[in-house]
């Protein structure tokens, strides 16, 4: 059974339209994480809510946005996506407990975002 | 700074054999954990294996191991016995004690493998 679901797998935006991706998780895990991975690359990442406290990359541009509004459930919004915006979004999610390395994250099968 | 090296971009190996995917790190911090996730084409990213830094042995589940040479700073994933469903991209990951929440990838390997 799917642990971290991601929905929709594949989603199609006109340039400039909010769009929103959604990811849930069954594990109960205090950390979830979005990445975004182009073709061919590491997945990068944008942002992560450690519990509720939410973690901005440095480099994530401001038309990206996170919500968290519960233990299960995390959303991506991309408030005006460009062409740039097309690629794979992956959720992961992880329990970190103190400093501990071994925090394997999980990941769901990813939304793929074209934007025409 | 912490960085992850995968030097091999594409690998092509015939099933039924072995398979080395290198992997080199830099780390100025003494305990820290290493990862390898395989993406098929579907694109999840699958958890294979972990390393930690302190672990006397080698880590293994099932055919994958990780050949941890700490000195060199090295963490290969060797697979056994190849499969054609061990075609994939295999990304190496590691994560530091001083970041523990957040990891960071290699640039992969795609890995194919010939009937």
């Known amino acids: 059974d799917a642990m971290v679901i991601q929905n929709p797998r594949y989603q199609v935006t006109q340039f400039g339209k909010p769009v929103t991706l959604s990811c849930s998780q069954t594990l109960n895990h205090n950390v979830m994480y979005w990445y975004q991975q182009k073709s061919s690359q590491a997945p990068k990442l944008l942002f992560h809510y450690y519990d509720k406290d939410f973690n901005n990359e440095a480099d994530t541009p401001d038309n990206f946005q996170s919500r968290r509004p519960n233990t299960s459930f995390c959303f991506l919004d991309i408030r005006s996506p460009g062409l740039g915006d097309a690629a794979m979004y992956l959720c992961?999610?992880?329990?970190?407990?103190?400093?501990?390395?071994?925090?394997?994250?999980?990941f769901g099968a990813g939304t793929r975002l074209s934007v025409l | 700074a912490q960085k992850i090296t995968q030097t091999q971009p594409g690998m092509f190996v015939q099933e039924k054999e072995a398979v080395t995917l290198d992997c080199t790190y830099d780390?100025?911090?003494?305990?820290?954990?290493l990862f390898w996730y395989k993406q098929p084409s579907s694109g999840e990213m699958i958890f294979l294996i972990y390393?930690?830094?302190?672990?006397?042995q080698n880590a293994t589940e099932g055919r994958y191991s990780l050949n941890f040479q700490k000195a060199r700073k090295s963490a290969n994933l060797v697979i056994s016995a190849s499969q054609l469903g061990d075609s994939a991209m295999y990304f190496c990951a590691m994560r530091e004690y001083s970041s523990a929440s957040k990891i960071i990838f290699g640039s992969g390997t795609r890995l194919s493998i010939r009937p």
């Open positions: 780390t100025s911090d003494p305990s820290y954990g």
């Open positions: 992961a999610t992880s329990r970190v407990a103190g400093a501990a390395t071994r925090n394997i994250q999980y």
């Open positions: 390393q930690g830094s302190y672990d006397q």
